[in-house]
Each structure stands twice: as C-alpha cells, then as structure tokens.
C-alpha cells in the first residue's frame, strides 16, 4: 500500500508536454510530503520537485518555470504537469511517496513507484 503507481509516460516531440500522475496509499498521501525523481542511463538519479502535504513545493533549477507539481487530496493522486519538454528531460521518473520536509530540503519516503518513461526527441 506503501508503493505509488505512476502513469502518464510517453514519446513527446521536443517543446511537448506531459502530464504524470502518481496514484498512492491515502494515509501516506494525506499525512506526507510527495516527490518526484528522474534517471536516466548514466546518471545519477535526481529529485524533480517535491510537494508538502499543505501545497508548498520545490523544484530543481533545470525544470523552474516548465514543470508543476500538484496533488489532488480527494484522489489521492499527485501530478507533475511537465511543459516545453527538452531531449535532456528524457528519463524514467519515479514518484516517491512518504517523505517529508525539514524546512525546504525534501527526505524522501519508503515508496517508490516502479517508474514511468519520458522520451523526449529533438
């Protein structure tokens, strides 16, 4: 009940969006924070943005002003909308669920989604 499910990967032409979305435990979605994280081949896996139980968010530099992150406490479900897509932004993303905020800095939590592929071409 831990572990997210994620959806909404895909092939997107460069400048493209996607919207993700991560369906998790609703006592974990209800009580904690959320994020999401991306990898791909070769690097280091990295957290994307993150989002507190009342709203408040956090996102790396290379994605401000183009990703959103957001929740839905009705379904239990976080998304992160993802605008003017670059080749660079291709990677799995994970949503990670159960963490939570010591002051801005994001901890992530016990669940992890199996991942979903963003594909983005030139």
């Known amino acids: 009940q831990v572990q997210p499910v994620e959806s909404g990967g895909g092939l997107v032409q460069a400048g493209g969006s996607l919207r993700l979305a991560c369906a998790a435990s609703g006592s974990i979605f209800s009580i904690n924070a959320m994020g999401w994280y991306r990898q791909a081949p070769g690097k280091q896996r990295e957290l994307v943005a993150a989002?507190?139980?009342?709203?408040?968010?956090q996102y790396v530099d290379s994605v401000k002003g183009r990703f959103t992150i957001s929740r839905d406490n009705a379904k239990n479900t976080a998304y992160l909308q993802m605008n003017s897509l670059k080749p660079e932004d291709t990677a799995v993303y994970y949503c990670?669920?159960?963490?939570?905020?010591?002051?801005?800095?994001?901890?992530?939590?016990?669940?992890w989604g199996q991942g979903t592929q963003v594909t983005v071409s030139s």
């Open positions: 990670n669920s159960g963490g939570f905020f010591k002051g801005t800095y994001y901890y992530s939590g016990p669940g």
């Open positions: 989002i507190s139980r009342g709203g408040n968010t």
